[in-house]
C-alpha cells in the first residue's frame, strides 16, 4: 500500500509537495478507509481536483515514474539520460530534483528517498520500520551519494545484505533496488513485484487519451492482447460495459497470425438487435465505450491483484454518473477485497459529494506558474465534515478553480 509521496523541482512543481494517504482517526469510519498491519489508516481512494494546467498531471506522475526508476531504470541502455523533467524556470531549473515513497510490504515500511537530474542519480537512500510487540524499529538498509572529487558514489550497504562487490556495478541511471533483483537479491525481488501491481495511463508525454489516437495505438494494442489472453478479467469487463448500459452485450477479440509475422487484431462490438447478436467495428463504437474498455483493463487488473491504479483525468469521454460507478468499485469491499487504491485526476466534479475532505487534493498553480497543492483537511476548521465539498468547490471557497 502507498503511504505518501513527495516530489520537489518536479515538471511544474517547484516547492516541496507531498500528497497523503494517511489518515488519523478522526476521519470517518467508513469503507473509503482501511486499516494496514502495521496499524496505519490509509484511504482507498485520492482525488485530485484543479483547473487546466494547473499540474495534476505532474502529480499523478511521480508514482509511475517512482516505478520505472525502481523497477525498469536497468533496462536503459547505461548511458541514456534519465526520462523526467525538472521545474522549467527561474533559478532553480537546473537544480536536482527530489522523490521520496513511503509504502507497505507484510507490515513493514519503506521510505525510499531520490535526489536526481537527467544524466544521474545523486542520491539513493531505503530505510524499513517494522513493528514487533509494538515497539517501532528503524533501519537504513543502504545509501549512495555521488562523490565529485573521485566520480564514483559512496555505497552503505547497513542492513541490505547485497552481494559482495555489489557496489561496482552501481550505474548512473538505474536505482540500486532494480539492479539488485536482477542478481536474485530477495527483498529488492519483493519490492520490485510491489511496484509492478502499479497500474496507470499516464507515462513521461502526458496521458494516453484517446485510445485510438496515433500516439495511442500501442498502448491500444497491449490492452487487446492482455484482454485476449485473460478470458476472465475480459468476461468481468464486458459485464460492466453491460451493466453501465452501453448497448453492447460484449466485445469479440479475434487474433490472426500473419505471414509476415505481425499480429492482426479484429475487435468488434457485439449488440442485441432484435434478439440477435450483431457485430459493429470497434472504430464505430463511441468514444466513451473505447475510453471504457480501456480502463476498465487497469481498473479490474489492480482490483484483483491488489495495489494502486494512477488514472489521469478518469472522466475523458465518460458521463460524472459513470465515473461515480468506476470510484464505488474501489469503496466497496466486495469488490475490492484487497484493499486496491485508487488516485485519480478528474474535471466531473461531482465525485466531491461522494468523498471525504481527506481525500480531495486540490492543486493550482501560483502567480508565478509553480504548482501549489494541499489536501482538504489541511485547510483547517473551515472545513467541516458536513460540508457540501461540490456546491463549496464550484463557488470557489476551497480555491483551485479557473480564473477566466
Known amino acids: 500500500m502507498i503511504h505518501s509521496l513527495s516530489c520537489k523541482n518536479f515538471y511544474s512543481f517547484g516547492e516541496l509537495t507531498t500528497l497523503d494517504f494517511t489518515i488519523n482517526d478522526n476521519a470517518p469510519k467508513n469503507n473509503g478507509y482501511f486499516t494496514t498491519g502495521s496499524g496505519t ?17 505532474n502529480l499523478l506522475r511521480v508514482l509511475p515514474f517512482l516505478k520505472w526508476l525502481i523497477v525498469d531504470s536497468f533496462n536503459m541502455n547505461p548511458e541514456a539520460p534519465i526520462l523526467v523533467q525538472s521545474f522549467a524556470f527561474g ?25 536526481l537530474n537527467k544524466q544521474k542519480i545523486i542520491s539513493e537512500k531505503l530505510e524499513s520500520t517494522s513493528f514487533v510487540k509494538e515497539k517501532k524499529a528503524t533501519k537504513k538498509l543502504f545509501s549512495r551519494t555521488w562523490n565529485e572529487t ?9 542492513n541490505f545484505d547485497l552481494p559482495k562487490g555489489f557496489e561496482t556495478a552501481l550505474r548512473l541511471n538505474a536505482g540500486v533496488v532494480g539492479s539488485a533483483a536482477r542478481l536474485n537479491h530477495s527483498e529488492s525481488k519483493e519490492i520490485i513485484s510491489f511496484w509492478q501491481m502499479l497500474e496507470t495511463n499516464t507515462v513521461e508525454g502526458g496521458s494516453l487519451r484517446d485510445p485510438l489516437s496515433q500516439a495511442s495505438v500501442p498502448h491500444w ?19 460492466l460495459l453491460s451493466r ?10 479475434d487474433k490472426k497470425q500473419m505471414g509476415n509475422g505481425m499480429m492482426k487484431i479484429d ?22 465505450t473505447k475510453q471504457l474498455f480501456i480502463l476498465l483493463k487497469t481498473i479490474l487488473k489492480v482490483l484483483g491483484q491488489g495495489g494502486i491504479a494512477v488514472l489521469d483525468e478518469i472522466d475523458i469521454n465518460l458521463h460524472p454518473e459513470m465515473v461515480l460507478a468506476l470510484f464505488d468499485l474501489f469503496i466497496d469491499p ?42 482538504l483537511d489541511e485547510m483547517g476548521s473551515d472545513v ?21
Do not use: C
Open 41 to 57: 489508516r490509509l484511504s482507498k481512494v485520492e482525488a485530485v481536483i484543479g483547473p487546466n494546467a494547473s499540474g495534476k498531471t
Open 91 to 115: 533559478p532553480d531549473k537546473d537544480k536536482p530534483i527530489e522523490l521520496s515513497v513511503e509504502f507497505e510490504i507484510n507490515d513493514k515500511i519503506y521510505e525510499y528517498d531520490f535526489i
Open 150 to 158: 573521485s566520480a564514483r558514489y559512496d555505497f552503505k550497504d547497513t
Open 221 to 239: 494494442f497491449e490492452v487487446l492482447m492482455y484482454y485476449s489472453d485473460n478470458d476472465v478479467l475480459k468476461k468481468e469487463a464486458e459485464k
Open 244 to 253: 453501465f448500459d452501453l448497448g453492447l452485450d460484449g466485445i469479440s477479440i
Open 267 to 288: 475487435v468488434q462490438g457485439l449488440h442485441l438487435f432484435k434478439g440477435q447478436k450483431q457485430q459493429l467495428p470497434i472504430q464505430y463504437e463511441s468514444a466513451g
Open 334 to 375: 466486495h469488490t475490492n477485497a484487497k484493499n486496491a487504491q485508487l488516485l485519480l485526476s478528474t474535471h466531473s466534479h461531482l465525485i466531491l459529494s461522494k468523498l471525504d475532505k481527506y481525500q480531495i487534493i486540490l492543486v493550482e498553480k501560483n502567480e508565478d506558474g509553480v504548482s501549489e497543492s494541499w489536501r
Open 384 to 404: 467541516r465534515a458536513d460540508d457540501n465539498y461540490y456546491a463549496k468547490y464550484i463557488a470557489g471557497a476551497y480555491g483551485a478553480v479557473p480564473k477566466i
